[in-house]
């Protein structure tokens, strides 16, 4: 009987270059906007620029005091800055040591977190949105008030919050599908 062996024919190797250890790693699970990637940061870094400009502009003002929905502003993005702030020295950390937060319990607080200071600077910025209109448009006060700062201001919190946003909810989706 008369059976075939099979052959093996060697094949070089290509020479070892040593590049592939200065090239970074890309996991899947590293999807931009969660907690310790350069999205996350980046989103981060956006909450607190918009939260700060907008405490900034309306604490100038000198009669915010006396309407209770810019107090309420001030606290909401004093609350929001500090922190996005916060948030972003942890996200800083973790792209230094190259780690992900993948802790449920930790990306958990973050979630929760977002949600709150989130709910509260909308909230806020509706609020504030709703007193600008009605000394604008409604009572035509802008000349005797600072409508162009609480308008700024109202923004730069809208702008906030619209940052903080994807960063809930991407927290949030991060917790589902564990």
Not at 5 to 30: I, N
Not at 85 to 100: E, N
Not at 113 to 135: E, N, P, Y
Request: with cysteine.
């Amino acid at each position: 009987m008369n059976i075939s062996r099979p052959s093996v024919h060697p094949v070089e190797a290509p020479p070892f270059t040593g590049l592939a250890d200065d090239v970074p790693r890309v996991r899947m699970e590293d999807i931009q906007g969660l907690p310790g990637t350069i999205g996350g940061l980046a989103l981060r870094l956006c909450q607190f620029v918009f939260a700060l400009i907008s405490l900034c502009v309306m604490s100038t003002t000198s009669d915010f005091t006396s309407v209770t929905a810019f107090c309420y502003l001030v606290a909401a993005v004093g609350l929001q800055s500090l922190w996005s702030l916060s948030l972003a020295s942890v996200d800083i950390y973790c792209l230094s040591v190259r780690r992900r937060l993948g802790k449920c319990r930790v990306v958990s607080v973050f979630a929760i977190g977002d949600g709150i200071t989130s709910t509260l600077t909308f909230a806020a910025a509706c609020s504030s949105a709703g007193i600008t209109v009605l000394i604008g448009n409604d009572l035509n006060k802008c000349a005797l008030n600072h409508c162009t700062r609480f308008e700024t201001a109202t923004a730069m919190a809208f702008l906030s919050w619209f940052m903080v946003s994807p960063s809930f909810l991407m927290n949030f989706w991060s917790l589902a599908s564990k």
